[in-house]
């Protein structure tokens, strides 16, 4: 191999080696802002953004050993790329998981890891109050392909036990439930995993490891939509799959064959998202938890649902697992749909959209736009009636939001 290849790689190798120590026994925050950084001979104090699709070999032996993956330098972009890397390995340092893999979307995430680790004649049990799409994704196309997905109630650890076979290999949650911010037990449902000898993947979207760390709980792999908190600007859809090293090199095979690769643009917007996690974490909570108890108190409000409330079922549950009570909060106000919709027209400053994590907030009336597809028997199953809203709260100034939800009361 050419000697200059030789060198920048030892350079490299060198880095990584003096971080790593340095990182070895780092707090969250440090991690967010550190972690898998490499600055390039360059120089550059911040995350290079490596704009490029493929890289360029020394001479035609250093190519035919990056080939045969005795180097394991860069050959492609759809295998490996510099910026790529450092969200990964920033997001396997916050998740506290061996490897990471980064994806093109949330979805490509979950379909990546269950392309990657089941196979035909495999079962699955999945929460029924997992995201719509990825209900979808098990019971029409996994189903498709021999992989059958029984679906049960998150809250509910004898439904969870019920519903295992001998077949079963995977068990699939989200915690806080989305819009009713239902628990689940973490350590529980781990338990029921490992004695089957069953996967437990937990879509960690809506509390990002800033507040919750499933894998330190017993889950064998976390996923995520980075769209949503990990950017928290609302700038770039993307995934990303944490867990054993063992199981991620799967996982990465699949993403490198397929081909839902996260671009390096995508990969360096998170990069730089991840730095301000906790702190915008931190904010969200403490401005949801305040707009909660607001809402509790207007007598035009039939019922808040928010784990940070003493009042809801999972708050001890909660407050064992998770660092803080998240960002999404639903309320149901007196009426039916009409109601619903006049309080969210009555806003100004939410932004009437279905996505969440942004350091805008957003409203949304789930049974007609994010949950409009099920049944109106799923719709009652889970929860979900006419007069129920769904907020993400953002980083405006918490009065400034009362404000405007009061403009939505007014207008009922
Ligand atoms: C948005 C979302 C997804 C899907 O992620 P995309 O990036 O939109 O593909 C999966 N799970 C949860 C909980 C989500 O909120």
Not at 151 to 171: E, G, I, N, R, S
Not at 315 to 340: C, I, M, Y
Not at 394 to 406: R, S, T
């Amino acid at each position: 191999m050419a000697k200059i290849d030789l060198g920048a790689k030892a350079f490299l190798d060198q880095q990584r080696g003096i971080l790593n120590e340095a990182l070895q026994d780092a707090g969250l925050d440090t991690l967010a802002v550190r972690a898998g950084q490499l600055r390039s001979p360059e120089g550059e104090h911040g995350e290079a953004m490596f704009m490029t699709s493929s890289y360029v070999f020394d001479s035609a032996a250093a190519a035919a050993a990056r080939f045969s993956g005795d180097d394991p330098g860069n050959v492609y972009s759809r295998y490996t790329n510099p910026t790529v890397r450092y969200f990964q390995e920033r997001m396997a340092a916050l998740e506290g998981g061996e490897s990471a893999v980064a994806t093109s979307s949330g979805m490509a995430a979950i379909l990546s890891t269950c392309m990657a680790l089941l196979k035909a004649g495999d079962h699955v049990v999945c929460s029924r109050s997992v995201f719509g799409t990825t209900n979808a994704l098990f019971s029409k196309y996994l189903g498709k392909l021999g992989i059958h997905t029984t679906f049960v109630t998150l809250t509910d650890l004898d439904d969870w036990q019920a519903a295992l076979t001998p077949a079963t290999k995977m068990l699939f949650l989200e915690t806080p439930s989305n819009p009713l911010c239902e628990l689940a037990d973490l350590s529980a449902i781990s338990a029921i995993a490992k004695a089957q000898g069953a996967l437990l993947v937990v879509d960690n979207c809506f509390c990002t490891p800033a507040l919750q760390r499933p894998l330190s709980l017993g889950a064998d792999i976390v996923v995520h939509s980075a769209t949503k908190y990990l950017d928290g600007q609302g700038r770039c859809v993307g995934g990303v799959v944490v867990g054993r090293k063992e199981q991620m090199d799967e996982v990465l095979a699949f993403v490198r064959t397929a081909g839902p690769t996260m671009s390096a643009f995508n990969a360096w917007v998170f990069v730089k998202g991840l730095e301000t996690l906790r702190l915008r974490m931190d904010a969200h909570c403490a401005s949801a938890q305040a707009l909660a108890e607001w809402l509790c108190e207007q007598p035009q409000v039939e019922q808040v649902y928010y784990a940070g409330l003493p009042s809801h079922p999972g708050h001890a549950l909660a407050a064992r697992q998770q660092r803080g009570f998240g960002g999404v909060l639903s309320f149901k106000v007196k009426g039916g749909r009409e109601a619903a919709w006049a309080f969210i027209d009555g806003t100004r400053i939410f932004s009437i959209t279905a996505n969440l994590g942004d350091a805008k907030s957003t409203i949304v009336h789930p049974a007609t736009t994010t949950h409009g597809r099920l049944s109106e028997q799923d719709k009652a199953q889970a929860g979900i009636t006419e007069n129920l809203i769904r907020l993400s709260v953002g980083l405006e100034d918490v009065d400034d939001l009362k404000a405007d939800l009061q403009r939505g009361l007014h207008a009922l």
